[in-house]
Each structure stands twice: as structure tokens, then as C-alpha cells.
């Protein structure tokens, strides 16, 4: 299955069922990150950001908490309602295809966790239009860290569960690449890691879309979840679930 079919997997609701553990369970992103998306635009407090796909809005109250005004765009209701408050973060009513948000509008886009649920094409033709002159796009992945042991193991299990469905959106970055729309993108990478006891471990693993809640494929990844906890959790009964925060940049070519 390619990329062009990710978008077609009902991604608007696909969640509907794993709001609660989405926000409750689902890794933040390094500071570093954050920076390095704010770097070059400028008085934090001065910008206006679409954080699109925002989900639970964990993307969206970083990026607030740094002073930003960030507009939340998030199709799936059961997200919406899941997500924190914060003064500085307004939900809109648009998806990704279509903000609903006026031409040169925002100095930043982003997609955290969420553009290889988009459309490509339609998409970046959305995304330059709401752009201001020489707006960013960040497009921000926590992908697991297969070096270390635990996340290799726990990677694993993710993808026998899902019956690969897990691997599909690896790759997608290449899509970034429109030399009509945005300049060069630019890729960095950061370390992060998340502590989870085992309540926690199994919330993060169900909060993800492709895994069965019910039947008997759920019920041998838990088990098999259990074990793994067992086996890698330290004197405090934790487990640390490793990732590579991929950010990728690319400015807005003057229009």
C-alpha cells in the first residue's frame, strides 16, 4: 500500500475511538524541536501559527506556551474535545485539503504526527496559500528509535499487531519536496525519549489507530506487550519508549 492511500483510510475519524488515550498517553516533542522551528521567524509573540491535524493539541499548546497564536486544525470531533485548554490556542472547523483560513494568513504551518494522513498535492497548494511571504512549513515526526533495544522490541509487536499498517507513512517526507512552492527542505534530528509505567505503555500503544482493541490479535499484543514490560522495566517499574524527533523545514518561495 502507498502513501497516495493513507489519505484514503478515513483519517478523519479514524481516532474517534483513541481520544482519551491520545491525550493522555501520547509523547510530547523535544524543546529542541520546538526551537528550531521558531528560530528564524522572528518575536514568538508576534506570529500566528496552523498547527494542522492538531489532534489532542499537544503540538499546538507548545508552540502557545512559546507565545505563539496558534490556530488548531482538527477535523475529528472526539480529538477536539479531548484536548487542554490554552489561551492561545483556538480550535478551527477545516482539515488539511481546506483550512478555512484566509489567503497570507499565518507565518507557520505545521503538521505534527500528521501529514502522511494528507493528500500531498492539494495539500502544500493549501498550505502556500495560507503562508505569508516566506512562511515555514514544519513537518514533525516522533519516529522510535530501532537502536535501542526496548523501542526496536516494542516497534516490533506495533507492526505485527497492525499487519504493517504502522510502516506505511515511512517516507512520506518526499512529498515535502515542491520546487514550484517551497524552497530546499532542511531536516534536522533530536533525541527524545518518553518514561511509562505500564498503565502508560499499553495507553500509548492503544492510542494508535492501526491496533485491534478487541478480538485475538489484541489480546496476544497485550500479553506480549506484558511481557516485554517485564523483561526491560528498571527498579521503578518504568520502560523509556526512545524516538528520533525528524523535523523537516521549508520556506514559502516568494509569490
Not at 105 to 128: M, R
Not at 226 to 240: A, C, R
Request: charged share 25%; with cysteine; aromatic share 10%.
Amino acid at each position: 500500500m502507498s502513501n497516495e492511500q493513507l489519505y484514503q483510510l478515513n483519517p478523519q475519524e479514524r481516532f474517534s475511538d483513541r481520544a482519551k488515550d491520545y491525550a493522555k498517553y501520547r509523547p510530547s516533542y523535544p524543546s529542541e524541536a520546538i526551537d528550531c522551528i521558531l528560530e528564524q521567524l522572528g518575536e514568538s509573540f508576534q506570529l500566528i501559527a496552523a498547527d494542522i491535524g492538531a489532534g489532542t493539541g499537544i503540538s499546538s499548546r507548545l508552540l502557545a506556551d512559546r507565545g505563539v497564536k496558534v490556530i488548531a486544525i482538527e477535523p475529528n470531533t472526539a480529538m477536539k474535545q479531548a484536548a487542554e485548554s490554552h489561551l492561545l490556542v483556538e480550535f478551527g472547523d477545516g482539515n488539511a485539503e481546506e483550512t478555512k483560513l484566509a489567503n497570507n494568513s499565518v507565518d507557520l504551518v505545521t503538521c505534527f504526527q500528521s501529514f502522511h494522513w494528507f493528500n500531498p498535492e492539494p495539500v502544500l497548494q493549501e498550505f502556500a496559500r495560507i503562508l505569508q511571504p516566506k512562511g515555514v512549513l514544519a513537518v514533525v515526526w516522533n519516529n522510535r528509535d530501532r537502536e535501542d533495544n526496548f523501542t526496536c522490541e516494542y516497534s516490533h509487536l506495533i507492526q505485527v499487531a497492525s499487519d504493517n499498517q504502522s510502516e506505511l507513512r515511512y517516507g512520506t517526507q518526499r512529498f515535502l519536496h515542491d520546487p514550484e512552492l517551497f524552497a530546499p527542505v532542511r531536516h534536522e534530528i533530536f533525541p527524545y525519549y518518553q518514561v511509562l509505567n505500564r498503565e502508560a505503555l499499553i495507553g500509548r500503544a492503544m492510542s494508535t489507530s492501526y491496533i485491534p482493541k478487541q478480538g485475538e490479535i489484541a489480546t496476544k499484543f497485550i500479553r506480549d506487550l506484558d511481557q516485554l514490560y517485564e523483561q526491560h522495566k528498571n527498579t521503578n517499574s518504568l520502560v523509556y519508549l526512545k524516538y528520533k524527533t525528524s523535523v523537516y523545514l521549508a520556506s514559502l518561495l516568494v509569490k
